[in-house]
């Protein structure tokens, strides 16, 4: 059974520093590209993240580059974000995906991402 967990999430100042793990099952972590995603309320999903099979590329949405790094652990089976100078507007619910590669990079199109995990909310406040 394909499973991807995310943890993590919580109530956090704007300001702090913060990490969303996604743990995945039954599947060949290392044969993935691994993206998050996030949404706002009654919008629609929105890029963050993505990083290929490899590790050696990853791209970032315009909001949360510099601020964001993801990273993957494919001993463990686990994608990371590293959130860091968060802003309320940050607060969403993240989910994690995964995508066979398709192309030279990682995709930001949330049509390619194939597995998805449930989702974990992010609430940046003071």
């Known amino acids: 059974q394909v499973q991807l967990v995310e943890s993590g999430g919580g109530l956090v100042q704007p300001g702090d520093s913060f990490r969303l793990s996604c743990t995945t099952s039954g599947v060949v972590f290392s044969n993935y590209d691994m993206a998050w995603f996030r949404q706002h309320p009654g919008q629609e999903r929105e890029f963050v993240a993505a990083i290929s099979y490899t590790g050696g590329s990853s791209v970032y949405g315009d909001s949360v580059k510099g601020r964001f790094t993801v990273s993957r652990d494919d001993a463990k089976g686990t994608l990371y974000l590293q959130m860091n100078s968060l802003k309320p507007e940050d607060t969403a619910v993240y989910y994690c995906?995964?995508?066979?590669?398709?192309?030279?990079?990682?995709?930001?199109?949330?049509?390619?991402?194939?597995?998805w995990g449930q989702g974990t909310q992010v609430t940046v406040s003071s």
């Open positions: 995906a995964a995508a066979l590669p398709r192309f030279l990079s990682p995709t930001r199109d949330v049509r390619q991402y194939d597995l």
